[in-house]
């Protein structure tokens, strides 16, 4: 009897062995072939090679390449790419090296803390590259050279990462990614808002656009962004406000008189690649004059995530709103008689306001309450909206009807989190570069029409709470606030309670000072004074929908006891 049961156990155990072996053959092959499957062929050289040889040389403050330059002015990098593909591409590697280096290795830091697990990163990454397999025939091939040619220009110092060039060509995806995502947390806390201004609403009638790039990323993508002048050769030359190595762009305006921005859209995971919307965003700059050729490169483009964008044109005195998704793209204009015109996260044209992903994300986010907000300002600016006047808008921090909520918080214009901001003069050619932090420092001014021409006498100076101490006191209050939640996680109540009144202390009114307190005080048993707490939370106003439903659950369930 014991024989017949250690047979049986062995026969089970060696199947066993023998599908988990299969299994995992499978598992290895599929991987195999998925990474076989997302080789990227770069793009074929011209037969003329000579600037690949050519090295940087220091002259006149500036750094050359051939027929482009890398300076500073004001404190920000700037850099200056003129030529052919392969030549803007290999001076913009060789000119921009050291920050595409931090840039790429700070980003992977952000990847990896997020998903710390080595063989769940490693498989997150073989997924993208599977499904990013076949981005390279939705890059215009111009622009896929300019990339490649970035590659030999730079040093790769993460082989271990993979192919150089397939690495920064997804890159130039990572945008549109994180649309992908703007339901997770991480992403849906941040957002960005535009605006155009024109005719009336304008001090001298010039059309005057402005926004803030909101992206709770890797410090390094505020501190290292770059002011980018292209000149391509047959192409409208353009300027925007971006980072090393990105030949796409998410903010900027050309020389005739055309700019665009890009918000993210409530969007899902698609089932199809497509094109970057970046490098649809470079295509208008390089290729429209006007908004009927703009609005046809971006109708005709196959992208595969949701977007609003803001476009001007100083041909048609206007801007327009285009919400584009990868099977709609609709175009809103300002009301009739109206001479402004507000760029928020959310649809708001018949066929897509209506969607459940967007009525859901227009009632648990913040775009809702940004863009009530600016359209405020423009109300009370109206016929005085300048430069100044537009960057004064970007660093609001009150909310709808103008209570000031505390800073930080993320249904303010200005809650600390932008990446760039930029102010755009279509009428004049003058773009505009806020200098870190976020859209705090001083924007400085740039004539696309004359790289050269320096514009001090414009620059728009820094914010205030720059040099008054709050902007310091904010920060310390933000470490605070995450100190308290880690200690609270511990169990260690008494510091948890003590980080809480202490951000408090540095960032009166602020929410989650009372929101981090009042857990503190339901873990030890003081009900009446966490309820007390919970309530103030609240009339201080919660940024989303599940913080205000969480805040008041907690509040039921303290008064509950009491």
Same mark, same amino acid.
């Given at each position: ?62 750094? @050359? ?43 992977? &830091? ?15 990454? *073989? ?13 215009? +091939? ?54 155009? $201004?024109? #005719? #009336?609403?304008?001090?001298?009638? %010039? ?15 505020? /501190? ?5 002048? @292209? ?54 700059? +390089? ?16 992208? @595969? ?17 285009v919400e584009k998704t990868p099977a709609v793209m609709n175009v809103r204009e300002a009301e009739a008689g109206g001479d402004s015109i507000v760029c928020p996260n959310h649809f708001e044209t ?58 930080? %918080?993320?249904?303010?214009? *200005? ?15 003058? =773009? ?10 001083? =924007? ?38 995450? $100190? #308290? &939640? ?12 003590? @980080? ?11 929410? +989650? *000072?009372?929101?981090?307190?009042? /857990? ?13 707490? =919970? ?9 989303f929908l599940k913080e205000k439903q969480d805040l008041e659950e907690l509040l039921r369930r303290a008064k509950a006891a009491n």
């Amino acid at each position: 009897m014991k024989t017949s049961v250690v047979k049986r156990l062995f026969k089970w155990v060696k199947r066993l062995v023998i599908c988990t072996f299969i299994f995992a053959l499978v598992i290895l092959l599929v991987l195999a072939w998925m990474i076989h499957a997302s080789v990227v062929v770069p793009p074929p050289l011209p037969s003329d090679k000579s600037v690949l040889a050519l090295k940087p040389e220091t002259r006149d403050g500036k750094m @050359f390449l051939g027929k482009s330059w890398r300076s500073e002015r004001e404190g920000l990098p700037v850099v200056y790419l003129k030529g052919s593909p392969l030549e803007i591409g290999f001076a913009d590697g060789a000119l921009m090296q050291d920050k595409m280096h931090t840039l790429e290795t700070e980003f992977m &830091q952000m990847v990896q803390g997020y998903v710390p697990q080595h063989w769940l990163m490693e498989g997150l990454k *073989n997924y993208v590259l599977f499904r990013n397999r076949h981005l390279s025939e939705f890059v215009p +091939e111009d622009y896929r050279l300019e990339i490649y040619a970035t590659t030999l220009g730079c040093q790769d110092i993460h082989p271990e990462e993979g192919n150089f060039y397939r690495r920064l060509l997804n890159y130039h995806a990572a945008h549109d990614v994180s649309y992908m995502m703007i339901d997770n947390p991480f992403i849906s806390k941040a957002g960005c808002t535009a605006f155009g $201004a024109w #005719g #009336g609403a304008t001090t001298n009638g %010039h059309l005057i656009a402005g926004r803030n790039f909101d992206w709770e990323a890797a410090e390094v993508f505020s /501190r290292d962004r770059v002011v980018e002048m @292209f000149e391509p050769d047959g192409g409208i030359p353009f300027i925007s406000l971006s980072w090393a190595g990105m030949k796409g762009v998410v903010s900027g305006m050309n020389r005739a008189g055309v700019s665009v921005t890009i918000n993210g859209a409530p969007s899902k995971l698609p089932n199809t690649i497509g094109t970057p919307v970046a490098i649809v965003a470079r295509e208008v700059l +390089e290729k429209a004059h006007n908004l009927e050729e703009a609005l046809k490169i971006v109708r005709d483009a196959n992208v @595969f995530v949701s977007t609003i964008w803001l476009i001007g044109s100083r041909a048609d005195g206007k801007f327009v709103v285009v919400e584009k998704t990868p099977a709609v793209m609709n175009v809103r204009e300002a009301e009739a008689g109206g001479d402004s015109i507000v760029c928020p996260n959310h649809f708001e044209t018949a066929d897509l306001k209506d969607g459940e992903r967007n009525t859901n994300y227009m009632a648990e986010a913040t775009s809702v309450s940004r863009e009530a907000r600016m359209l405020e300002l423009l109300k009370q600016n109206h016929g005085t909206i300048d430069p100044l006047h537009a960057a004064d808008m970007l660093r609001d921090r009150k909310l709808p009807g103008g209570a000031f909520p505390g800073d930080g %918080h993320r249904s303010t214009l *200005n809650a600390f989190i932008a990446t760039h901001a930029v102010v755009m003069d279509l009428t004049s050619g003058i =773009f505009w570069a806020a200098s870190p932090p976020n859209q705090l420092g001083k =924007f400085v001014a740039f004539d696309v029409n004359d790289f050269n021409h320096e514009l001090p006498e414009l620059t728009v100076p820094a914010d205030e709470i720059l040099t008054s101490g709050e902007f310091e006191h904010v920060k310390q209050a933000r470490q605070f606030l995450k $100190a #308290g &939640q880690r200690a609270l996680k511990e169990h260690d109540l008494e510091s948890g309670l003590d @980080f809480a009144k202490k951000a408090e202390a540095l960032n009166p009114g602020f929410y +989650e *000072n009372a929101y981090l307190e009042g /857990r503190v005080l339901l873990a030890q048993g003081k009900r009446e004074e966490a309820a007390q707490a =919970f309530g103030r939370a609240l009339t201080e106003q919660p940024a989303f929908l599940k913080e205000k439903q969480d805040l008041e659950e907690l509040l039921r369930r303290a008064k509950a006891a009491n």
